[in-house]
């Protein structure tokens, strides 16, 4: 069986990665997605365990000296993290595992697993992500012109990702991942077993 997919997305706050990794979630069973930690608020509707653990400063700093992150990151005076969790096991498994995570701990990512897929979300165009923004309702105007402040330099960091989508419509963006998610299932690197006809005629 081949090893599943360590799938990364990113992309400037407000850009759609949540909804978007919702629509694949929804639609791929295969897929599952890393509840990563972070000491934030939970905003209106968030569960604990379900869009993050949500933790203390003092908590997520144990978390760290226990070495239970693959990696983690301050955004935005807040810090994240991806918990182990038995990645690795998981993806051995077969799993897809989705990490939806910012472009620091992508990059910290990449230097520990090249083979993953790096995906960059873009959106449409600034004037749309701030509308997105806003739309959200769940920022004030100080994280809302931090977020757009942060967001032009943190989308040339997508230039060292393997893949670009632009979220445009939820259903074109997530059929692109999903185009691309089918095209990295069939590398020849994946699928080594599938050559194994030594015996002949
Ligand atoms: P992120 O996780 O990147 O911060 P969200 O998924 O929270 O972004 O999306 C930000 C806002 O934009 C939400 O209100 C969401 O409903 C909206 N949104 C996401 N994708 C689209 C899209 N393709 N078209 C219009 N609105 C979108
Ligand atoms: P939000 O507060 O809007 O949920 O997330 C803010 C930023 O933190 C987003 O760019 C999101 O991708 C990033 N983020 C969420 N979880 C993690 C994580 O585990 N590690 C890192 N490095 N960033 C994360």
Redesign the pocket.
């Known amino acids: 069986m081949s090893k599943g997919l360590l799938i990364v997305i990113s ?10 990794c919702k629509k694949l979630l929804a639609d791929l069973p295969e897929v599952a997605y890393s509840i990563s930690a972070t000491t934030r608020t939970p905003r209106p509707g968030e569960v604990d365990g379900r869009e993050y653990y949500f933790l203390s400063v003092d908590e997520f700093k144990s978390w760290i000296s226990e070495g239970k992150f693959l990696e983690y990151a301050e955004v935005y005076g807040n810090f994240y993290g991806t918990p182990l969790n038995k990645i690795e096991e998981r993806l051995n498994r077969g799993e897809d595992i989705i990490l ?1 995570i910012d472009v620091q701990g992508a990059l910290n990512v990449k230097k520990k697993c090249p083979d993953g897929v790096y995906i960059f ?1 873009l959106p449409p165009s600034l004037e749309e992500l701030k509308n ?2 806003e ?2 309702g769940t920022e004030t105007p100080e994280s809302l012109s931090r977020r757009l402040k942060n967001a032009v330099s943190e989308i040339k960091i997508g230039l060292e990702y393997d893949y670009v989508v632009v ?4 259903d074109n ?1 997530a059929a692109q991942i999903k185009a691309i998610l089918t095209a990295e299932r069939l590398k020849v690197a994946r699928n080594a077993d599938k050559f194994e006809f030594e015996k002949g005629f």
Do not use: F, H, Q
Request: zero cysteines; charged letters at 25%.
């Open positions: 992309g400037a706050s407000g850009t759609g990665k949540g909804t978007i939806e979300l997105r923004i739309g959200r979220n445009d419509t939820i963006a």
